[in-house]
């Protein structure tokens, strides 16, 4: 799914070669391939690969993604896993995650009411301390005074998928997320949020010669969301990432810094971000 353009560069030299040419059935480093995904509850064999997309976001920090991907797993009348397809056959969640691979998540964790939990309690201090190093006095005292309000519940909005799947799959991903948000509240489960917290991978070409820095989002909807924030700081990965870790080549490429932005918004502003990255993905 996440091919180095440079493979297509090594494939094209050996196109010059007049005697045998490419192989037919040699990746060119630019072919599409027809993949059909869907969007059902995690189960418990999803874990490590839920756990391995956390740690796309997380990297070298210590937060246990093993545990919190448990937790996820726990709650799974909330949220989602993006899977292949099973070729229209029927089969059950155990079959379709036979070879391991989960392709995105989208979820919700309360990172207010499950605050003594390991994982949680590492996450909430990983972005304090980031906001300490890197974020302004009034942001820092922003998120300070946010998570330290138990009265305000927030939730850590999860929205991770391999590189190559398009941004219109967020859409029915993320509406579904918000109608299962309301039937636990309805339930009287502790999903009564008032922020929605999330964690932003972008790539930034830094400003030179006079021209300004572009930023590039791994997931393009999330540029919109993070224009939404009451609050946002970001730091980069660059002395963190590596091949293995990220799995991104973007974070390969030498002209771009890899990123992470911190992002608050107001949790009763999410149906209209729905709305509002509809329209965006559709150039409306």
């Not at 418990?44 to 391995?52: E, F, L, N, V, Y």
């Not at 448990?70 to 099973?86: E, K, R």
């Not at 605050?115 to 304090?128: A, E, G, H, L």
């Not at 302004?136 to 391999?162: C, M, Q, T």
Request: aromatic share 8%; proline share 5%; with cysteine.
């Amino acid at each position: 799914m996440e091919e180095d353009p440079s493979d297509s560069d090594s494939e094209t030299s050996s196109d010059d070669d007049e005697d045998d040419g490419p192989h037919p059935d040699a990746y060119t480093g630019n072919e599409e391939v027809q993949i059909d995904f869907e969007g059902r509850a995690p189960v418990d064999p999803d874990c490590h690969g839920i756990s391995q997309l956390l740690q796309r976001v997380f990297l070298k920090a210590h937060i246990n993604t093993m545990q919190m991907a448990d937790m996820i797993i726990a709650q799974n009348f909330v949220g989602s896993v993006i899977c292949q397809c099973d070729d229209g056959m029927e089969s059950d969640a155990d079959d379709m995650c036979e070879d391991g691979t989960i392709f995105g998540i989208t979820t919700v964790l309360n990172i207010t009411a499950k605050k003594n939990s390991p994982c949680i309690d590492q996450f909430r201090s990983f972005v304090v301390q980031k906001a300490e190093k890197h974020a302004p006095d009034s942001v820092l005292k922003h998120f300070r005074d946010v998570l330290g309000n138990e009265a305000r519940p927030i939730g850590y909005l999860i929205n991770e998928r391999f590189i190559n799947i398009p941004s219109q799959i967020s859409v029915p991903l993320l509406e579904n997320l918000y109608k299962e948000i309301n039937a636990a509240k309805q339930k009287g489960m502790p999903f009564n949020f008032v922020y929605f917290l999330m964690i932003i991978k972008f790539y930034r070409k830094e400003a030179k010669k006079g021209k300004p820095k572009e930023d590039t989002y791994t997931n393009a909807e999330e540029e919109l969301i993070a224009t939404h924030a009451v609050n946002s700081f970001e730091y980069s990965v660059a002395d963190e990432c590596d091949m293995g870790m990220s799995g991104d080549w973007l974070e390969g490429d030498a002209n771009l810094t890899p990123y992470r932005k911190v992002v608050l918004f107001d949790a009763k502003n999410l149906p209209q971000l729905i709305l509002d990255i509809q329209k965006y993905i559709n150039g409306e």
